[in-house]
Every structure is written in C-alpha cells, then in structure tokens.
C-alpha cells in the first residue's frame, strides 16, 4: 500500500494564482482530511470529507475548496493564492473519525510570493 | 482559540534517560487523545492514544498519562533513543469529526 500520497511536494505561486493539491489514498478509508501547519504552530484543520460526495468545513477554510468526488481522492483548490496560504499542507484519512487514528501523507510546501 | 497546548516547543534529553511530553486541554468534552510524532519533510505518524475511561495506556518504550480533572497528558519515553528525535504532537477529539493539535513539542535525544 502507498498509504496517502500528495503532489505537488512543492510549489511556488504567484499571488492570485489557483492552483490544486492532490492527494489519493489506497486503504479504503471513508474520512479525508485537510490540514495546514504554520511555523511554529499546530495542524489547523481547513477541511474533512466523511465519503464521497460529503464535505464540510473545518477551523481555517477561508481561500479552499474542496470536493470529493471518489472514495480515493480529496483535492484542495487554491483560489486567488494569498501570502497568508502560504504553508505546509497535509492531507490525511482514517477509517472513521474520533477514535481511530489519522494517516497523513508527505505534505505539500507552498509559498506564495 | 488554542484548544490544546503544549507549552514547551523544545526539550533536550540525554540517551537512555526518561523524556517527557506534556499536553493541556480546555475543553473537558475532549474524550480522546493521541500523540503523533514527525520527522522533517515527512507527514506525522501515529504513536499512542488514550481514551478518556482511562488513565494510562503503554506501548513499549511510550506511555501516556492522562489526568482528566487537570486537563493534562503526558508522553512518557523510556529509555530515549537517539531515533526518538523529532517533533510530538498531541490532539484531541470530542467524539466529533475533527482533531485538535497541539503546536509540538521539538524533541532531541543525545547521544
């Protein structure tokens, strides 16, 4: 199993810029994650999928979208970058959701100048 | 709001000795916890978790402590390796969909 995978592993945008974030996940999980890590700061959470078709909003999804189209992907849509996006970004799944733990892939650095 | 805190963003331990991680809440509807640790340029990766029924939970070398009427956790290594070292993360869940990090906890192991 490649577990959760994430592309780009770097980017670098422009400001008003759009761009998506890709992540697949190959252990059948039904919850998907989104997740922001600022320097020296936790994981905020921007936005969680429970299955497919089903999306909601987290603590930080101002300037996201998301959709959720197959049980395998969660893409992240970057509309009008902004320098305040810039951030490391980590996508997770799990089987279910409080009491099982998160699987997260490698992250994506973004830098928007 | 910082829900879950962890206010040490570094700790130095020597090889073979004892670190600890600590972890407060605020929110006492929090009734799950793990910690996670991660190594740079890499995704965090689960370490331990503890219910809120109970207050200790060992795996191997890693024990959490939970004290529910403080709102304190903390992540017990024994002995530290010099592998141990990375950041640790701790969060919490009130039984909803969503997990609450902590800032991290810099961990470095010397040999």
């Known amino acids: 199993n490649a577990g959760v995978t994430q592309t780009p592993k770097f980017r670098i945008l422009k400001i008003g810029q759009s761009m998506t974030l890709q992540c697949t996940q190959d252990?059948?999980?039904?919850?998907m994650y989104w997740y922001r890590q600022d320097p020296g700061m936790g994981l905020k959470l921007i936005y969680y999928?429970?299955?497919?078709?089903?999306?909601d909003k987290g603590e930080v999804p101002n300037g996201y979208n998301v959709s959720r189209s197959t049980t395998e992907d969660f893409p992240l849509r970057l509309e009008l970058a902004a320098p305040s996006q810039t951030s490391v970004y980590f996508c997770?799944?799990?089987?279910?959701?409080?009491?099982?733990?998160?699987?997260f892939g490698p992250g994506t650095r973004l830098t928007v100048t | 709001d910082q829900q879950v805190k962890q206010n040490s963003p570094s700790l130095s331990v020597q090889e073979g000795r004892i670190s600890i991680l600590n972890c407060d809440y605020t929110?006492?509807?929090?009734?799950?916890f793990l910690w996670y640790k991660k190594y740079p340029a890499e995704g965090p990766t689960f370490l331990i978790s503890?219910?809120?029924?109970?207050d200790k939970n060992e795996d191997g070398r890693f024990t959490v402590f939970l004290n529910k009427s403080a709102k304190h956790l903390s992540l017990h290594i024994v002995p530290s390796q010099p592998g141990d070292s990375a950041v640790y993360f701790c969060?919490?869940?009130?039984?909803?969909?969503?997990?609450?990090f902590g800032t991290g906890t810099s961990l470095t192991v010397i040999p």
């Open positions: 997770a799944s799990s089987y279910e959701a409080s009491f099982y733990e998160q699987y």
């Open positions: 252990m059948n999980h039904n919850y």
């Open positions: 999928s429970v299955g497919a078709g089903i999306t």
């Open positions: 929110n006492s509807m929090f009734d799950y």
């Open positions: 503890i219910s809120s029924i109970k």
């Open positions: 969060a919490a869940s009130d039984g909803g969909n969503q997990f609450y």
